[in-house]
Each structure stands twice: as C-alpha cells, then as structure tokens.
C-alpha cells in the first residue's frame, strides 16, 4: 500500500477568528495529539495530549470541571451565574447545572430546557438564546420539594425535582442531578418545607446507631449510577433508600461487612467522600458521603469482622 502524503494544514478564508471563537464558547472543541519527537531517526519524546476546549458556561453545563478543586469551581460558577442572573448585593451562587422547566399552559404542555442556577436565595431556571429567564422563585417562598419519577415518550423513566412555592401548585423542573438538587435545595429550604413532603429516615424497627443522607452506587447494565437517599445503620443492618423507591435499594447486614475504607478521588459530595464496603455477600459496594470519617467509623463499629480486625 503506497504511503498516505502528510496532513497539510488548510484555511477556509471564510472562517474569521470570530467564527472560531464563537465555536469554542458556545460548543467547544476536543483535542486529541499524539506527537514523538525523534533526533536522528531516534524517538526521544512521547507527547499524547486529550484536552477539551470550551467556554465556560459550556464547561459548567455539561460538568467537565468536576477534577478541580471546591474553591476553584465555586469560582468559576459564581461568575458565570453572576453575569447570567445579576446576583443581588451579597447572593451567592450554591450549584448551577444543565435542566429546564416544564411549562403547563391551557393548550400547550412540554419542558422548556435551559439552565437551573441554585442560590442561597433563590431558584432560576434560565434560557440562554435568547436570554430569559423560564421561571424563578425565592427560596423564603418554597413549601415543598422532592422528587418525582416520570415516564419519557420513548419509554424511560427519569427523575424529576418538583418544587412547590407558597400560594401556587407545583412546578416540574429537570436537571442533569436531579437527586443532588434535591438535596441541595431541601438544605438551602431547611426550617420552611412542609412537615408532609421532605423525605424522612428510613424506618426501621431497630434503634439507630446512625442515620442521614448518603449517596449509593447502584449497580445497573448500562453502567453504575450515584443515586442519593437516606440511610439508617442499626446493630444489625445498614438500610438505604431512595426518596422515589416503594421499598429500599439497599440491605445489607452488617455481619456480612468485612471492612470499610475510603477512596481517594472524587464523588457526589466532593473530594475524599466515597466509601468502599467490603462484604461477603455482594462484593464491594459503594457509599458516598458528607462527612465520610465519621460514617467510616460507624460501619467498622458495627461489623462484628471490622471490629474483630
């Protein structure tokens, strides 16, 4: 086979550097490099480069900024929603993340997608082109949150987050992490929700050695899944349950658990927050949390083999 003549670069005069730059913000571009540099027909140096180049709305949209460090992406966030939403004098912003609105009108029904912006103050649902802004509540205003499953027109069942503001019905909004603006917003709403609607602990017969938010990794054939929810730990079982689930997703009894450690690396609630439970029955299973030394301790505590070991 005769060797392929060399890749020359080209030019479309068309093409300004403002078209360009309208590109990489708006839908950003991947790189991918593989070079070797020889000195006398002699590799020397390997470079392999895979970057993503994108504004940074792009970035934050589809969450490619998850390696960075807290500070960093709450930075990052900060500013895009402050030149998106015109933060108030001393509003910050808590999460910004792809989703939408659904709008329920007398003739027309169907979600209107855009961006949900959490702040301390407030929940805004934003359209980008044209700007606008879908719909927005104060959070002193919300009475009620949680989630909803729904059924797509081709057959999947996704979660939704609906809110309830005081005076109004509900309103369906989606997001990229329904479960984590669930849990997001129902921390920002503590004290005003309505005694009927915030998810409880999981109930259980036993008294609690713990119990509180965590998140699990459910195994699935596409693939594993962070779903967030609440666990009871007992002296005899751990029990973890969705918000959505008629029955719990998760019992484990703890004289399966052989050991617990944590991971390094990120997870839903941030760096160093995952937990690997080693059990004689289903393997390792998989646990996140907000404060993971403390739930570290509490699973080792009860498991009679960690305890012993």
Known sequence: MADRPPMRPTRDPRVTLDDLVEVLLNKGAVLHLDLIVAVADIPLVGVSIRAAV???ETMLEYGMMRHWDEATRAWAERSVARRALELREGEGVIRTMSGGHLLKGDVYKGWRPGTVHLTDQRLVVLRDEPREIL????????????????????????????????????ELL????????????TRACAGRLAPALPHGPVPD?????????????????????????QARLTADRLVWKSPVDSRPALVLP??????????PGYG?????SVLAV????????????????????????????????
Do not use: C, I
Request: net charge negative; no cysteine.
């Open 254 to 263: 703890t004289a399966d658990v052989t050991g617990v450690r944590r991971l």
């Open 268 to 272: 839903p609630a941030g760096e160093g």
């Open 205 to 229: 017969g036993d008294p609690p050695l713990a119990q509180g938010q965590l998140w699990f990794q459910e195994p699935r054939r596409s693939g594993p899944v962070w779903r967030g929810g």
């Open 135 to 170: 719909w927005q509540t104060e959070l002193t205003a919300v009475r009620g949150v949680r989630l909803v499953p729904e059924r797509t027109v081709g057959g999947e069942e996704r979660l939704r987050v609906e809110v309830t503001p005081a005076g109004g019905g509900p």
């Open 278 to 309: 080693d059990t004689t029955a289903d393997g390792e299973v998989r646990l996140a949390a907000d404060d993971p030394v403390a739930w570290e301790q509490r699973l080792n505590a009860a498991s009679p083999v960690a305890a012993v070991g």
């Open 174 to 185: 989606s997001a990229r992490a329904p479960e984590e603006l669930h849990d997001l917003l």
């Open 54 to 56: 994108a504004g940074m």
